[in-house]
């Protein structure tokens, strides 16, 4: 009998790395940092609780850093297998594990976790897949399905010896601004499946009228509106929203609008090449000009530029990461507009426990940014809609496509959540086997 052991993503929503074990091969699923919290990215450094020379391979499901993020470690500690991810998937790996190796030697110095000597190891090791045809790998059969997640993400179903396991990896808000909608899988003997919004239904609101409605604000009393953005798919659905906007005068064609994030420009111009994973409008919308670019775009590769925003007169809006507010630009933004009581944030995404992005939406006056209190006047606004998971109605209707299920493991999502999740399901699955596993513990499949 095969063995899933949980070494992240169990009871938090970060960290995703998760060891199967079928008694003849160990294979990883992701590996991924812990976000948010000090103590939680104190775990980076803590062992994995497993032996990395001992693992064959790694089935990737996406390139967000809490499911790709500790790759490097796992290379710098022995693993020396394959990695098995699609093709815009390796793309924006790429990107993230060579900012994560930078973030790493400029914070932590020789503490770092790895280098950039392990990413480029990382990406020899990559091997591209097809969604949807299935290969042969360590006695399964697997196949990618489409997450409907970010560009390229994927669940990954294994079949061996007449049983299916599934792993749903990050589940997509279907139907999403940029990209093709979530595949539905239709039968599984044990799912393994994210939590992350668990607990809860996204509002009925539209997205892109909330953020008219925040530029708009700062066009009248020519202020500052900063948006702490993933640069992987949020960063681009937002420049999507403002190209329609300013195309149809509902903000004006003037407000600069600065795109300080060296990573997502990066990954944008990943977007831009993999037009055939495009959703319907956006492809239409590449017809008639670039999605993610308008007059009034300034993109900002230097630190020195960044700073200068500071300085600005008049209505400007500021895209810049890191999306839940626990480093990058963004944060020296922040120390600078959150005391004017002029500025307003929008918040457009999941903020983890503790982090400075959740302060602020939880109503804090008061956070602490690099060692300094600074003091909240600012304006803040949140809009779940544009987030890129599904919430738990979606969650549901993804489990409730699959047939046969004699076992669901909860995942990614924190203990709130798992458990509210649990109890949802179980009003019409009352014989399944629910499991809510915590670092280092194991299931039997």
């Known amino acids: 009998m095969s063995t899933l052991s949980f070494h992240g993503a169990a009871g938090t929503v970060t960290g995703s790395c998760f060891l199967l074990d079928s008694g003849e091969s160990k294979i990883l699923i992701d ?9 939680l990215e104190d775990m980076n450094h803590a062992p994995f609780g497993f032996n990395p020379t001992e693992v064959q391979g790694m089935l990737l499901t996406h390139a967000h850093l809490d499911h790709c993020g500790r790759i490097g470690k796992l290379i710098k500690e022995g693993f020396d297998g394959p990695i098995y991810m699609t093709e815009a998937t390796l793309a924006l790996l790429e990107i993230t594990l060579q900012d994560s190796a930078k973030v790493m030697a400029e914070n932590d110095g020789t503490n770092a976790i790895y280098g950039i000597e392990d990413v480029e190891k990382a990406l020899t090791m990559a091997k591209v897949i097809e969604i949807d045809k299935p290969f042969a790998y360590a006695g399964y059969t697997v196949t990618y399905v489409n997450a409907g997640h970010i560009l390229g993400s994927a669940s990954i179903l294994l079949e061996k010896d007449g049983k299916t396991i599934v792993f749903s990896g990050d589940l997509g808000n279907s139907p999403e601004d940029l990209i093709q909608p979530t595949e539905y899988v239709h039968a599984a003997d044990v799912v393994i499946m994210e939590s992350t919004y668990g607990d809860r239904n996204h509002p009925n609101e539209d997205p892109t009228l909330i953020l008219q409605n925040e530029i708009n604000e700062v066009e009248k009393s020519g ?40 990573m997502a420009i990066k990954a944008t111009e990943v977007f831009r090449k993999f037009t055939e994973l495009y959703n319907a409008e956006l492809t239409a919308h590449t017809k008639t000009d670039d999605p993610f670019s308008f007059p009034g775009l300034n993109v900002i590769h230097r630190g020195k530029d960044s700073a200068s925003l500071s300085e600005a007169i ?37 903020q983890g426990e503790n982090t400075v992005g959740r302060q602020l939406t939880e109503g804090a006056k008061i956070v602490n940014i690099y060692g300094q209190n600074v003091t909240v006047k600012a304006h803040i606004s949140e809009s779940h809609a544009m987030s890129s998971h599904t919430d738990q109605t979606g969650l549901l209707k993804w489990f409730n496509k699959i047939k046969n299920t004699q076992k669901l493991i909860l995942i990614h999502g924190e203990d709130g959540p798992r458990e509210v999740l649990k109890t949802e399901v179980l009003k019409t699955h009352n014989a399944l086997t629910i499991e809510t596993p915590h670092m280092h513990e194991s299931v039997q499949l």
């Open 31 to 39: 590996c991924g940092l812990f976000q948010g919290s000090p103590e």
């Open 223 to 262: 202020s500052t509106l900063l948006i702490p953005a993933f640069s992987i798919e949020r960063t681009q659905e937002l420049l999507h929203k403002i190209d329609h906007l300013k195309r149809s005068g509902k903000v004006k064609t003037e407000t600069p609008v600065y795109l300080d994030s060296p």
């Open 314 to 350: 008049g209505a400007q809006v500021i895209i810049a990461g890191s999306g839940m507010m626990t480093g990058g630009r963004i944060l020296n933004h922040a120390i600078t507009f959150l005391p004017q009581e002029n500025t307003r944030v929008l918040i457009v995404g999941f």
